[in-house]
């Protein structure tokens, strides 16, 4: 039996598979089928992705958020967080800037929010939908697509400079 590798790349999909050479020359059609099926569903990402570089990059700042580290309760310290919407900056603002997230779902914030314990209130989860929503509207946030977030660029140039990144 033959072994063969391939690996196949498509935007931010990537696939890797070492084994039988059947496998391949059976199943690969149907792979390709499915990752290029895949790919056309998330196309507007993928090509967005592609296409631009990050907004750290244009500012000369990668080196320095790269190497951020902070816990939601540190960010939030550091932004004197009083409220639901602030809590939800932070939360943004630490899968950007430490977990190099451009792209926040609505689920990670939720995740994000309640790993500050002593900054975090039920009710902002109740209200999460509505201080998304004034947080788009106020030009804090973008919604690219639908429940999931990225910082504007002048929101992530205030809190760069709030957290001494910048």
């Known amino acids: 039996m033959t072994t063969s590798k391939i690996k196949i790349k498509l935007g931010a999909i990537e696939i890797e598979y070492e084994g039988s050479e059947t496998f391949l020359k059976e199943e690969l059609p149907q792979l390709l089928t499915a990752v290029s099926d895949l790919y056309a569903k998330s196309h507007t990402t993928f090509v967005s992705d592609l296409n631009s570089t990050s907004i750290a990059e244009q500012s000369g700042n990668i080196n320095q958020i790269e190497n951020f580290e902070a816990t939601l309760t540190t ?44 900054y975090y209130n039920q009710s902002y989860t109740g ?30 140039r205030e809190l760069e400079i709030s957290l001494g990144i910048s």
């Open 75 to 118: 960010i939030a310290a550091k932004l004197n967080v009083k409220s639901g919407p602030e809590l939800v900056l932070a939360s943004v603002a630490r899968r950007t800037f430490c977990l190099a997230e451009e792209r926040v779902t609505r689920e990670n914030i939720i995740i994000e929010m309640k790993l500050a314990p002593s």
């Open 127 to 156: 209200n999460l939908t509505p201080t998304l929503l004034r947080l788009v509207k106020s030009g804090k946030l973008k919604e690219p697509s639908q429940n999931v977030y990225t910082l504007t660029a002048d929101t992530r």
